[in-house]
């Protein structure tokens, strides 16, 4: 399924120019002198006009974009929704969360987590309790981040997290720093 059909409003959330290897071929985030974002490799790619590629029926790269539609999916002031009417959406902002503790797990994000530093454990993050100590007792190299500035394939730690925040926060969107970086047009209210 592309994201055009996944995701109303992809159009109006996409930059004026992305990069193409033609006006048909799939469009991409562009990055340098007319590279492309995400690995895909291939013909030399060109700057396009959005709108004219997607009248022309150009899919949308989900490798660049897919983490960010789903953000602004659930981001209230972005013209972005999901098509199938499954209303997901990010109500209150990380730093205003307090979190209570459910059977010893956070029952919400917390505006700080620790992310292990270097290593395939990097894609979880976990709650802090005291300086870089974690909720579930894991032991690593942690450096401590606001939750919008984890990677945006970081997962929140089931030991730490109750199971409606991994639920909900598992398979993450792109995080806001991510959507700035794409360089997608809303306006948050």
């Known amino acids: ?3 055009r059909d996944e995701y109303r409003g992809v159009s109006e959330a996409l930059p004026d120019v992305l990069v193409a290897s033609d006006i048909t071929s799939r469009l991409h985030r562009p990055v340098g002198d007319g590279d492309v974002w995400c690995s895909s490799r291939g ?9 004219i590629a997607l009248a022309y029926g150009a899919p949308v790269c989900r490798s660049c ?22 209303e997901v959406r990010i109500d209150t ?10 059977d010893e797990r956070l029952d919400a994000l917390t505006a700080e987590v620790l992310v292990a530093v270097g290593g395939r454990s990097s894609t979880t993050f976990h709650a802090p309790v005291e300086g870089d100590e974690p909720v579930c007792d894991a032991s690593a190299n942690f450096a401590r981040r606001a939750v919008d500035k984890t ?11 109750s199971d409606e ?23 948050p209210r």
Do not use: N
């Open 93 to 102: 902002p990380a730093d205003q969360l307090a979190p209570e503790i459910v």
């Open 43 to 51: 013909d030399e790619f060109d700057y396009v006009e959005t709108e």
């Open 165 to 187: 925040v991994v639920k909900r926060y598992g398979g993450r969107d792109a995080d806001r720093r991510a959507v700035a970086a794409v360089g997608l047009d809303f306006e």
């Open 1 to 3: 399924m592309s994201l």
């Open 65 to 86: 974009f897919g983490a960010a539609m789903e953000y602004l999916a659930r981001t209230p002031s972005s013209p972005v929704e999901r098509a199938d009417g499954e």
């Open 151 to 161: 990677s945006p394939s970081a997962r929140p730690c089931r030991d730490c997290f």
